[in-house]
């Protein structure tokens, strides 16, 4: 069984930065696409950022495009989520999630995700 734990959550101010790691524990994480889903308040679960078996390919959505980073370490087992010039907009439980194959934008593809952490951004 895969678990998924996320960390780096918090408050910031509006413009400000903050940065997620998600630890995989029970296989290699190197079997999977890694990806990062937000919930906002009222919303739905939405598509925030990929990347693939290899780290050599990163997908984002256009509301982050430029300003989110996504990473992954193998060797550490844990991927994470550079937030920069955050804006209110982006206050969201954010999830990981592994995903075995498919369309990285769907949460379907995804086999395994974990519990979340709060970003929460003041304007």
């Known amino acids: 069984q895969v678990q998924l734990v996320e960390s780096g959550g918090g408050l910031v101010q509006s413009g400000g930065s903050l940065r997620l790691s998600c630890a995989v524990f029970?296989?290699?994480?190197?079997?999977?696409?890694m990806g990062w889903f937000r919930r906002s308040p009222g919303k739905e679960r939405e598509f925030v950022a990929a990347?693939?078996?290899?780290?050599?390919?990163?997908n984002y959505a256009d509301s982050v495009k430029g300003r989110f980073t996504i990473s992954r370490d193998d060797a550490k087992n844990t991927v994470q989520l550079q937030m920069n010039s955050l804006k209110s907009e982006d206050t969201a439980v954010y999830y990981c999630?592994?995903?075995?194959?498919?369309?990285?934008?769907?949460?379907?593809?995804?086999?395994?995700w974990g519990q979340g952490t709060q970003v929460t951004v003041s304007s």
């Open positions: 990347i693939t078996w290899t780290g050599d390919g990163t």
């Open positions: 029970g296989q290699p994480m190197n079997d999977y696409v």
């Open positions: 999630a592994a995903s075995r194959g498919g369309s990285y934008y769907s949460q379907i593809s995804y086999n395994f």
